[in-house]
Nanobody, 127 residues
Framework: QVQLVESGGGLVQAGGSLRLSCAASGRTFNNYVMGWLRQAPGKEREFVAA????????YYADSVKGRFTISRDNAKNTVYLQMNSLRPEDTAVYYC????????????????????WGRGTQVTVSS
């Protein structure tokens, strides 16, 4: 069992930055692929970024590539999402997720690959 708690969301102007954090419970954090997904009002949940067990490999949605950076600190059981050059269309609830389905472009980007989810943190970008 893994419990995930996100923090760092808030209201920011377009062009600004935020850093999301996700703290995980348990002693097997480095056994999990970690991902960030988001859901905007009236839209489906969508993949944002994922990072492999040791942090050496990442995937990003095309919409955030070059602006967002995912990282993890296995010693602190924490995964981060640094978000720069934010746009109004980035407004959503951001969820942290952990999965053991494996690593690959289809697996890591699919919401169904993740077994544990946080409650989410709201990010609002004003224009």
């Amino acid at each position: 069992q893994v419990q995930l708690v996100e923090s760092g969301g808030g209201l920011v102007q377009a062009g600004g930055s935020l850093r999301l954090s996700c703290a995980a419970s348990g002693r097997t954090f480095n056994n999990y692929v970690m991902g960030w997904l988001r859901q905007a009002p009236g839209k489906e949940r969508e993949f944002v970024a994922a990072i492999s067990w040791g942090g050496g490999s990442t995937y990003y949605a095309d919409s955030v590539k070059g602006r967002f950076t995912i990282s993890r600190d296995n010693a602190k059981n924490t995964v981060y999402l640094q978000m720069n050059s934010l746009r109004p269309e980035d407004t959503a609830v951001y969820y942290c997720a952990a999965g053991r389905a494996g690593w690959g472009p289809r697996t890591a980007t699919a919401s169904t690959s993740y077994d544990y989810w946080g409650r989410g943190t709201q990010v609002t970008v004003s224009s």
